[in-house]
């Protein structure tokens, strides 16, 4: 499935991102004459769509922090005012619904421009999704010949489906991309260049050109493949890394990275930006002279703030094909000089005993169950044979710790392999650290690769945190993303939850529930007595298996159950585990599996006996689960990895989980290089032969 807005309903396709918002306007019930509150600060494309159609625009000031200044909108505000033009500057996402409220108490349309922010996230929704029109460009994410996106509430009317083939720009992009992915192309051109600023045309550059050239023929092909879900992430990590070196050369709102930005370019204020530039071009870097002329309508004498930003920022690459050498040099070269930062201090541990007290505080920053020490030892007990076990402690300047990395390796087939302890039966692994340690960690994680004592042909990360960048920080390929959608509980009961899902949901979860209570006695038993556990674990095997009667499912096959057995007796002794059962007329029919750890309730495994489908008492067990967390305090409810249609309809956000795959020897190298240029000849080959057809 494509990230948002494509393939939503209402979006539509268009070649440019000015050819969308031109069509999302004309949908909007705006004639000549109306006036549009606009940003000062601007590209200048978007401000000649407003006056090609006949629009006043009414320039606003922004705060410091890029957001519109209130008290400035309704200076300008008067009854010829029917729109505000919102735009999410390079990535970093607007409050959309608060300016949807603001919108709403006066009558006007919002317009959310995201052209730099596809991908970006506010925790109120996508960017994007509160506008009566909102435009994205697909090309400055993507390397499409090009593409954008129109999510309007009001139908734009018939528009072209294809436009040209472009073949030759598609078979150039693809060389483009295989060779980055081989990791020897140059930094792609984000934008006008250092040696085409004397030459820049403004009024080339903010032309309409043709509103109804739909998006091409190839684009509309290469886009499901290209469009990988760990790119936000993956620039999000990029532009943090520069932020902690080139933090005296920010501005807000860029002095800092929110969760859900996506960041097109990372912006930096420079005194000198033609001498900015220049340097970063000796480097061999590409950066983009940002917005440096404004629309000739903008009084510009007006906005001293527009203006400063205009003559100061200059926008590094951030792109998702970096490699942690590439930002190194787009550092030295942005700074005037390498980077100095201190280093974690790296420690070999003898054994998992051994590093059980630092793991004991350092797990709960995880808020993650398995990455806890006991998880780690019960699987090294079961599938730690034949392995050899590496733990390295990361100590920060005042020798405290900061991270764990347990790794071990193993032989497959010919390759040497390095994988966290307790991958396969876990959801989630990485390094045992605080999410806001992950920069510095990713660093330590790299360096211990290194260590010539270990010697291994391929790190396989499997499944890590898909929204905290570990590919971009340990500058590994990303082979595989899962959903691993996410409750955030805000609300202080399960009637307040349940108020603020869609009238549907809340009808359908009651009247299931109800209904079973009607016609049967419904009980719901929780698992306490150690006793019983053992019993209990296999009623779960039972019910998970007649669930899946075709064998699709290998979750307590061969090693993984006893396994499981130990850790829910450990598990229980700890006060995590939660074990349910749905039990109508004394007979259980659903089981649940699950752990608490540290306010999360993670939903591992269940099963039901299929002859009670038809009474969906799956979907009401996990119902009277979730209700429980909220009613006990949890603060997040996993549903853990799985695109089951129904964790969407109750999820809040989906970060996923990637498995990242690093080469560590020229054996490694091979391996990775002749598995990766099969896939993507084999992809550049069906888009060719798909544009030609």
């Known amino acids: 499935m494509l990230p948002f807005p494509v393939g939503e309903e209402g979006c539509r396709l268009f070649s440019l991102g000015r050819h969308a918002l031109w069509h999302g306007l004309r949908a909007l019930p705006l004639n000549p004459g109306d006036a549009v509150l606009a940003p000062a600060y601007h590209h200048g494309s978007e401000i000649e769509v407003l006056v090609r159609l006949g629009l006043e625009c009414r320039f606003y000031r922004h705060t410091e922090r890029l957001e519109p200044d209130e008290d400035h909108l309704a200076a300008l505000l008067d009854a010829r005012v029917r729109a505000l033009h919102l735009t999410h500057y390079l990535g970093w996402p607007q409050n959309g619904e608060r300016w949807r409220r603001w919108c709403d108490e006066r009558g006007l349309a919002l317009v959310e421009d995201a052209a730099m922010a596809w991908l970006a996230e506010h925790p109120e929704g996508p960017v994007g999704s509160h506008g009566d029109v909102a435009i994205f460009c697909l090309y400055k994410t993507f390397g499409l010949p090009d593409g954008a996106a129109l999510l309007a509430r009001r139908s734009p009317g018939a528009t072209r489906e294809d436009g040209p083939l472009q073949l030759r720009g598609v078979a150039e992009l693809h060389l483009a991309w295989l060779l980055q992915r081989a990791a020897v192309a140059p930094l792609p051109d984000n934008g006008r260049r250092a040696d085409e600023a004397e030459r820049y045309d403004p009024a080339g550059d903010f032309a309409l050109g043709a509103p109804d050239t739909p998006m091409g023929a190839a684009t509309r092909r290469l886009l499901p493949r290209l469009a990988d879900r760990t790119t936000a992430g993956r620039r999000r990590a990029n532009a943090r890394i520069l932020l902690e070196e080139l933090l005296d050369l920010t501005s807000p709102p860029f002095d800092y990275v929110p969760d859900g930005a996506a960041p097109f370019v990372f912006p930096v204020r420079a005194h000198d930006k033609h001498a900015m530039l220049s340097r970063l071009a000796r480097y061999g870097i590409e950066a983009l002279d940002l917005w440096s002329v404004p629309h000739p309508t903008l009084p510009a004498d007006e906005f001293e703030e527009a203006a400063a930003r205009r003559a100061t920022t200059v926008g590094l690459p951030v792109h998702q094909e970096l490699a942690p050498q590439d930002l190194e040099r787009v550092i030295a070269a942005a700074a005037g000089a390498p980077s100095r930062r201190p280093s974690l201090r790296l420690e070999s541990v003898a054994g998992l005993d051994e590093a059980r007290d630092a793991w004991a505080g350092l797990a709960p920053r995880t808020r993650n169950v398995f990455a806890t020490w006991e998880w780690a030892d019960t699987w090294w007990r079961h599938f730690g044979p034949n392995r050899h076990l590496h733990v390295t402690m990361c100590r920060g300047p005042s020798g405290e710790p900061v991270a764990l990395l347990p790794l071990c390796s193993d032989r497959e087939g010919t390759l040497r392999t390095l994988r966290f302890v307790g991958h396969g039966p876990a959801d989630q692994l990485g390094p045992v650290c605080a999410p806001e340690d992950a920069l510095a960690v990713g660093r330590a994680l790299r360096r211990a690769l290194t260590d010539p004592r270990r010697r291994w042909d391929l790190l396989v990360g499997d499944h890590l945190a898909g929204d905290q960048g570990w590919g971009a920080l340990l500058g590994a390929r990303s082979v595989a993303w899962e959903p691993s959608p996410v409750v955030d509980i805000a609300a202080p009961d399960w009637e307040a939850f349940l108020a603020g899902r869609s009238s549907s949901l809340r009808k359908q979860i009651r009247y299931q529930e109800r209904r079973l209570e009607r016609e049967h006695a419904l009980t719901y038993r929780l698992t306490t007595d150690i006793e019983r556990l053992d019993a209990d674990f296999e009623l779960l095997c039972s019910l998970h298996e007649r669930r899946w009667t075709g064998g699709e499912s290998d979750a307590f096959v061969g090693a993984r159950r006893p396994f499981l057995r130990d850790f829910t007796r450990v598990a229980l002794e700890r006060g995590w585990l939660r074990l349910w059962f749905l039990e109508l007329d004394g007979q259980p029919v659903a089981g649940w599996l699950g752990f608490r750890y540290c306010g999360v309730e993670s939903y591992y495994q269940g099963g039901r006996d299929r ?11 996990v119902a009277h689960t979730l209700r429980a967390a909220i009613g006990d305090g949890m603060t997040e409810y996993r549903f853990l990895r799985g695109a089951e249609a129904y964790k969407d309809r109750l999820a809040t956000r989906d970060g996923g989980v990637e498995t990242l ?29 798909s544009s030609c057809r």
């Open 611 to 621: 002859a009670w489908d038809h009474r969906s008492v799956g979907a009401v067990l």
């Open 661 to 689: 795959v690093l080469a560590g020897s020229a054996t490694g190298r091979a391996a990775l290089a002749g598995a990766g240029m099969r896939r993507l000849a084999a992809t550049a080959r069906h888009a060719l032969a």
